[in-house]
């Protein structure tokens, strides 16, 4: 499939970087594709990044079905790289057969993200920590008050330069373990990047704010028992030495991270032992006790990793090590941004060139 460029007319100033936080401007271009019935999904093009009239009855806007995923393209020597595009290209796909949106052609998008990280590559900066943020997602576009699955969808990649998740250091973070609101359940979505889990999790984040924690660590929502994810970011455990994380193949309400993959096999590597199981909060708060809770991390693209220095559960606080960051924590977040910048050789093959 040929992929068309249209020019735009005049291009953007660049903002400043370092003052620019997460997510707030966007490039000149962006990726396009739509998808009906009889053409499947087709005339895939780069497009000047502009606003777009929605249907007031874009089912969209009712009823959310609708997917993401986010990934980032960096610089080396120069050149535009992007870390595992073809992994969460194919995570597009999971998501999208979960929520019944038509397979995606994983070429297209591929060939469709290269091209557009090679048309920005000026927008991708460079500073330590900074990088081009990916924002691929699809929507439904039948512009039909019916609760249906929709006959037409958009596929649209735009892309944000992003300052250093970290700019005031790498810190530990203060979590809230909920043990009232529930994310996602068991039969749910939650094995999905779609716009539904992030609806259900506002509310507790916001309480959770209130109440000077930074983010919400959720329980399964059948037994409010099992530990699941943090808002944004997969959760890992090091427990005597062990690298332990739930896993999304037992419980399929937890979003499969790819951050938390890359973890994993780097941990493995490392000779840690790496264990994915269910692990109860019970379970964390007596390793706690007894002094075998070494280190406690978040995993996402957006933060890559986020040490956790501290757990509040039923009313208790629970310090881990000390409130401090963790060593093997601060070795994987070093070794993983170490690979991002190029410092750092990709013996697992996680860096894709975008030309
Ligand atoms: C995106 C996301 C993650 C992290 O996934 P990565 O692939 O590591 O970025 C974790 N949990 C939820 C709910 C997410 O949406």
Do not use: C
């Amino acid at each position: 499939m040929e992929i068309k460029f249209v020019e735009a007319k005049t291009l953007k100033a660049k903002p400043d970087v370092s003052k620019i936080g997460f997510g707030t401007h966007f490039t000149d271009y962006m990726f396009e594709m739509n998808y009906n019935p009889t053409d499947g999904w087709h005339d895939p093009k780069i497009v000047p990044y502009a606003d777009m009239a929605i249907s007031p009855a874009n089912t969209t806007i009712h009823y959310g079905q609708a997917i993401f995923d986010g990934l980032k393209a960096y610089k080396h020597n120069g050149k535009p790289v992007i870390f595992r595009a073809s992994t969460h290209l194919q995570r597009v796909n999971v998501s999208a057969k979960i929520m019944d949106i038509p397979e995606l052609p994983f070429d297209v998008m591929l060939t469709g993200l290269k091209k557009l990280i090679y048309t920005e590559r000026d927008w991708i900066p460079t500073e330590k920590g900074q990088s081009l943020y990916i924002r691929p997602f699809v929507f439904a576009t039948d512009n039909f008050l019916g609760v249906n699955v929709s006959k037409t969808y958009k596929f649209l990649i735009i892309l944000s330069p992003v300052a250093a998740y970290y700019a005031h250091g790498f810190a530990p973070v203060k979590i809230m373990v909920e043990d009232k609101y529930v994310r996602a359940v068991r039969g749910g979505l939650g094995a999905a990047k779609t716009p539904a889990n992030y609806a259900a999790s506002l509310h507790a984040g916001l309480v959770a704010h209130e109440k000077n924690y930074d983010q919400v660590l959720w329980l399964d929502g059948v037994e409010r028992k099992y530990i699941e994810e943090v808002g944004s970011m997969n959760i890992l455990f090091k427990i005597n030495g062990e690298i332990v994380s739930p896993s999304p193949k037992e419980q399929t309400s937890i979003l499969d991270g790819i951050t938390r993959r890359t973890v994993n096999q780097i941990a493995a590597d490392w000779g840690y032992p790496v264990v994915e199981r269910k692990i109860s909060i019970d379970e964390v708060i007596a390793a706690h006790d007894n002094g075998t809770l070494e280190e406690v991390f978040g995993s996402g693209t957006a933060a890559v990793i986020s040490p956790v220095g501290l757990l509040e559960y039923k009313g208790k606080e629970y310090v881990i090590n000390g409130g401090k960051i963790g060593d093997f924590t601060q070795k994987m977040y070093d070794y993983i941004e170490g690979i991002h910048t190029g410092e750092v050789e990709d013996k697992f093959g996680f860096i894709e060139a975008a030309e």
